[in-house]
């Protein structure tokens, strides 16, 4: 019997959760396919590889050993097949992923079809809800990884920026705002304002940027709190206010000639996206390969 990528990855799969049977939900296999595999590698070792007990699977000394290998021999096995599928672009798998609700809605759409040209035999499966449901999910091994506009803190997500945004004041073309340029922030906190609710990532980007320039949210005349960016679009485009978002949701709106965006002179509301996993999970490749498309900045210069 010779040594195998699919057995280390089971291998690798169980030293990290801990259990045989969470390994083979995790890797859609039946619990004994998952033993039969772990069998066959302490046998070409020669070695015992876990302690088993009734509570968690733990390593034995061998396995300790092994186990950097193993995480070695997994990456260098899926920079071997990004670099590859390059040329071939018959890359296939299914790529399940999660995105918060301005990066499912107005990002993604935008680099799912360039994507799906490039890489035809990976299916896309996307979720859009909020960051604490992608979570969740991820958690319980229902997505692969996940795009949040906000960092995570939990000790099992693993978390990596991969795009930047900045939120621009966005105003009814009527506004007497939208025949500048640019505008001062002071003069800017006068007009009445359409917001995200409280607690959305474009509004913590928001009042974090303006606290940092003096102005508290208490000194904003909300006049309307929405829970959807579809919704805050609307009533500014009503005339109901003016708002912060991010340029790739009102593109339509503005190509359109119903709203403006107007750069704000004396603050810069930049913000990271960011893709979130497992720690102790290695990515497929279906997902390392999206992930790596869409930092391309020739790309997002092109598509967004």
């Given amino acids: 019997m010779a040594l195998n990528y699919h057995q280390l990855h089971i291998f690798y799969t169980v030293a990290n959760l801990g259990s045989f049977s969470a390994a083979a939900q995790s890797l859609h296999m039946t619990q004994p396919a998952v033993t039969m595999q ?45 670099a590859m599928s390059r040329f071939t672009h018959q890359l296939e798998g299914r790529l399940q992923l999660g995105a918060s609700l301005t990066i499912g809605e107005y990002v993604l759409p935008r680099l799912l079809g360039p994507f799906g040209h490039q890489y035809p035999h ?21 997505l692969n990884f996940g795009l949040v506009e906000a960092p995570v803190d939990h000790p099992d997500i693993q978390m990596e920026p991969v795009m930047e945004d900045e939120l621009k004041l966005v105003v009814p073309a009527a506004h007497e705002l939208a025949q500048a340029d640019s505008v001062d922030l002071e003069n800017v906190i006068k007009h009445p304002f359409v917001l995200r609710e409280k607690g959305s990532g474009t509004r913590q980007v ?42 790739s949701s009102v593109k339509h709106e503005v190509a359109l000639g119903l709203l403006r965006i107007v750069k704000i002179r004396d603050a810069s509301f930049k913000r990271r996206f960011f893709s979130i996993h497992l720690k102790s999970t290695i990515l497929p490749i279906s997902a390392v390969t999206f992930l790596n498309f869409i930092k391309q900045p020739k790309i997002r210069e092109e598509y967004l």
């Avoid at 772990?38 to 070409?44: C, K, T």
């Avoid at 070695?47 to 070695?72: D, M, N, Y």
């Avoid at 499966?125 to 091994?141: A, D, P």
């Avoid at 003096?214 to 005349?221: F, M, Q, S």
């Fill in 122 to 142: 990976i299916e896309i499966k996307l979720k859009v809800m909020n960051t604490s449901q992608i979570v969740e999910y991820i958690l319980q091994h229902q």
């Fill in 206 to 247: 928001m009042e974090d940027e303006m606290q940092r320039r003096g102005v508290k949210p208490g000194d904003l005349n909300v006049v309307m709190e929405l829970g959807s960016t579809g919704a805050v679009k609307s009533a500014v485009e009503a005339g109901f206010g003016i708002t912060m978002l991010s340029p």
């Fill in 38 to 82: 772990m069998q066959s590698l302490e046998e070409y070792f020669g070695c015992k590889l876990f302690i088993r007990s009734t509570k968690r699977i733990e390593l034995t000394e061998a396995g300790h050993v092994l186990l950097p290998f193993a995480v070695r021999s997994l990456e260098l096995m899926r920079e071997t097949e990004e």
